[in-house]
């Protein structure tokens, strides 16, 4: 039952709500993240640390970056559903509409020069 409340916190969060429909579309560094949804760096970080902790989110170095990218679920049962359906969920919400148009002109080298 841990597994579960823990995967289900994860969406309790609208700002991690935010960061897995990003993912999404792309692998990201936390600078990245952190120009999309306009909140502090010490905040990214600790929702993405909730984020694998849950195993929703991995990450893998890439150089001088850190890429955050969705899991395939494999950690948990509970992972692996919630990410198969929030690919259909909330879409056509605005907001996620607007952020993920966003992310088109948000580029890492432009940010963290």
Known sequence: MKDFIKVMKALSDPNRVKILKMLQHKAMCVCEIQAALDIA????SKHLKFLEDTGLVGFKKDG???????TDGSKSPYAASLLGNLKHWITEDREIQLLIKKLQ?????DICK
């Open 105 to 109: 002109a948000i580029r890492r080298e």
């Open 41 to 44: 760096q010490p905040t990214v």
């Open 64 to 70: 001088l970056w850190v890429n955050y990218y969705l």
